[in-house]
């Protein structure tokens, strides 16, 4: 080869790899975009003005139980990633009878991140104002959790630890979790996405008093399933052997058994799907 053409051809390598480390890094780009799906374009305001901003804060992952209290008005995401650290994000919300007074009132709330222990501050809602805190947090895939929302949802997926949660009047959504995971929710339905072949740590222990169940797993899963519901009915889209009847309550070992899944409601029904 010449070193005209060996020039030649140095060249169009160099280009083709720098093709490929920016379309790497324009991908890794577009999935982090695509991870952080919380805005403000559904920001809901009825007949008052209102305003709407996200804030961003990046926390080193130091260890010890991650707090995320979504007070009074706020739902509560909470996402795995690879990363040593832990990103906040949160969604805050005010409405007042101006769009002056709606970002006055947006300015005057704190969020609060000392230790890991995530939670708003803001002014006392008055008939004409009233304000509220979502947030989104990502946080490393091996990561302990204590949750709470009154007036919005919870859900977790991708975190594997010793998860609590309290809810009211919102749903609840688990999807690829693993570890402890304890909670319940007075108002809202549970909804439980498994991956893998079993639960990986020591088992779900999760309850609704006002709410369904839905619980999907894939085919070759393996674990010791308890469900029941006081006021509806259990169902399974998959053959199962059981002694009598599946009315309200269900309880047997899937494939090989193990740690137990128990998801549990008073006033809703039951559904149990296998995918592939």
Not at 32 to 57: L, P
Not at 65 to 71: Q, Y
Not at 165 to 185: C, E, H, I, P
Not at 248 to 274: E, F, Q, W
Request: charged share 20%; proline share 2%.
């Amino acid at each position: 080869m010449s070193n005209q053409s060996w020039q030649t051809w140095l060249r169009s390598a160099l280009l083709a790899a720098a093709a490929l480390c920016l379309a790497g890094s324009s991908a890794l780009a577009q999935r982090e975009r695509a991870e952080r799906s919380m805005t403000c374009d559904n920001n809901w305001s009825g007949d008052r003005a209102s305003h709407c901003v996200i804030k961003e804060q990046t926390l080193q992952a130091a260890g010890g139980t991650i707090s995320v209290d979504g007070r009074k008005n706020g739902g509560v995401s909470v996402k795995g990633w690879d990363r040593g650290e832990i990103l906040v994000r949160a969604k805050i919300q005010a409405y007042a009878k101006t769009e002056a007074e709606a970002q006055e009132l947006a300015g005057r709330i704190q969020v609060e991140t000392a230790g890991a222990q995530i939670r708003s501050e803001g002014p006392p809602s008055e008939d004409h104002q009233n304000w509220g805190v979502s947030f989104e947090v990502f946080v490393p895939f091996n990561s302990d959790l204590a949750l709470k929302a009154r007036n919005g949802g919870i859900s977790v997926s991708d975190v594997r630890g010793r998860i609590e949660f309290d809810g009211q009047n919102g749903g609840v959504a688990l999807k690829r979790v693993g570890g402890s995971v304890r909670g319940q929710t007075v108002n809202g339905g549970l909804s439980i996405e498994l991956a893998g072949d079993r639960w990986d740590g020591e088992g779900l222990d999760v309850k609704t008093m006002n709410g369904g169940v839905s619980l999907s797993l894939p085919d070759n899963y393996s674990a010791r399933l308890e469900t029941s519901t006081v006021n509806g009915s259990v169902k399974v889209d998959f053959p199962v052997t059981v002694q009598g009847r599946i009315e309200k309550n269900l309880s047997l070992d899937l494939g090989s058994g193990g740690a137990m899944v128990r998801a549990v409601t008073t006033n809703g029904g039951v559904s149990i799907k296998r995918r592939g």
